[in-house]
Structure formats: C-alpha cells, structure tokens
C-alpha cells in the first residue's frame, strides 16, 4: 500500500503521485485560474473516490493515515462546479454534486429516501435505511445505516459495522491533516450516539444508546480497581455505556457527560452472539 492511499485490483492504471502532485498545485492556485482541464483532474480524484480506489484515510497496521491531497480535492471540486438542479422522483435538489447511483451494479441495499452523495464509496453487501452518506465517505462491506442516521464528509467506517437509528458520525474536511472519524470492522454503534472530531471506535467495540463521543470527551474504563481515562479513541471490543463524573467550576460541583467502559465483547464465539450477550450481560440499551 502506498501513502497514497488503498488500492484495489479492480483500480485503473492511474499514476496516483501524478494525480495527487497535479491537486496540490491546483489547490493554492485562485479560483479565476482554475480552468476546465483542472476540473477534470479533480473530477478524477472523485471519481476514484466514488469507486473506493482511494480513500481519504486509510489504516497501515495499527495506524491512521491521512490523503490530504485527496480532501484537497474534494474542496477544489465546491470551487471547479457549477450549481446544478437534480430532480429523483418528487423530490428536487440543487447543489454542485450529483447523488449517488448504479446500487444494483455495487450489490447495495437503499431504501427510499436514503441519500449517498457522489464521491462517497459504499462497499458491496451494504444496506442504507432512510439515511444520509456525505462525500469522501467510505462504508465497508456489509455495513448497515439505520434510519435517519447519517455519515459526515470523508468518515470511514468499516466492514458489518451497525450504525443504529439517529445516529451522528461526524464529518471533517478542514483542517487538512484532521483524521475523520473511524468505526472500525464490526462494531455496533446504539441509537443516537453522537461521534465527532476524529474518534477513533476500535473493531467490534459497542457503544449503547446516547453516547457522546467528541476528541475531549473523557473515555473511562471503570473494570479496574482504579479507573483509567482514554480521550479520542475507544478500545477494540470495548462496551461503552453514557455517564457522568463530577466536575468543579466557580458556582460549584456539578456533573458532565462522560463515557465508561464497563465490559469486553467476547473475541472468541460468533460477533452475533458476542453481541446479544454483551447487551445481555451489561443491561446496554441500545
């Protein structure tokens, strides 16, 4: 894998380090300059986003990268396009972007009316409840949006992963180099959960109904003798439920959310079972 991002073997014979230099030049260029050959450039880098031949950020062993070319083109196309009118049956858009399409070719489930912006890549098997996907998305095979839940700007979440109804995962085009949020293969993610500013929800971690995840948000693994407190990234198989803790301010003691860990989803037996015993076991709703 390049630092270019993944690649598949379906991918056409692109020159990736041509393209990503050609974006970058492009993007401290003024928008008067940026002519019709410069939007076929950017359009390509969205095209093999859409395809999920690059992604915007992408795991290299235990680590997140970040294609900062690839965001850099995603917010040159809001300068290279025109303001289009989109109709799909009785509803009617404008914006500078097409919606997604051609899900039975991709083998993808959408259910009326869930939306998928050109740019965003859904993986075969992956089924859209009345939900939103934003560009620069990538969503893993076999993965399910539940209803009104919606997936922000370049999130990368993974493979049979449960995004629950209402659920939030949060976008992030700039800053550049800001890594988006990752769920991780396998997890379950309950209803109304809240997950922003580049959290990272580790491989079959579940998170039970309202949790509030942010980069500040105090992460707090309460299985020990003595509590031990993450910040930005839930553990792999971690259960986590909403809490509180309290907190002094100049008015007085009060509490703020936080979230704990209070259990481990077993590695060893089916995620499905794992699952239903987990939530069993630690009353989470979800």
């Not at 993965?143 to 939030?168: P, R, Y």
Request: proline residues 5%; charged residues 25%; neutral net charge.
């Amino acid at each position: 894998m390049s630092h270019y991002g993944a690649m598949t073997t379906r991918t056409p014979n692109v020159n990736l380090g041509a393209l990503a230099a050609r974006i970058e030049e492009l993007y401290d260029k003024p928008t008067s300059e940026l002519d019709d050959e410069a939007a076929a450039s950017v359009d390509q880098v969205l095209d093999l986003l859409d395809e999920g031949h690059v992604r915007v950020a992408f795991r290299s062993g235990e680590d997140w990268h970040v294609n900062e070319w690839a965001k850099k083109a995603i917010l040159l196309a809001f300068r290279t396009r025109k303001m289009e009118s989109i109709e799909v049956g009785p509803h009617a858009y404008n914006d500078k972007f097409a919606l997604k399409g051609d899900f039975e070719r991709r083998h993808v489930r959408v259910v009326p009316p869930a939306t998928a912006r050109y740019g965003s890549y859904l993986a075969r098997g992956v089924v859209l409840m009345p939900s939103y996907v934003n560009i620069g998305a990538y969503v893993g095979a076999g993965t399910m949006v539940d209803t009104w839940a919606t997936v922000g700007s370049c999130a990368q979440i993974g493979a049979d992963v449960h995004l629950s109804g209402g659920v939030g995962i949060g976008g992030v085009l700039e800053p550049l180099q800001a890594t988006p949020v990752v769920v991780e293969d396998g997890a379950f993610v309950g209803s109304r959960c809240i997950v922003v500013e580049g959290v990272r929800v580790g491989r079959e971690a579940v998170l039970g109904a309202n949790v509030v995840l942010t980069a500040s948000t105090p992460i707090i693994d309460v299985r020990g003798k003595k509590p031990v407190e993450l910040r930005g990234e839930v553990p792999p198989r971690a259960i986590v439920i909403p809490g509180t803790r309290k907190k002094k301010f100049p008015a007085g003691k009060f509490r703020v959310p936080c979230a704990l860990i209070v259990g481990e989803r077993s590695a060893g037996t089916d995620l499905k079972t794992s699952l239903n015993a987990a939530l069993r076991e630690h009353a989470v709703s979800v």
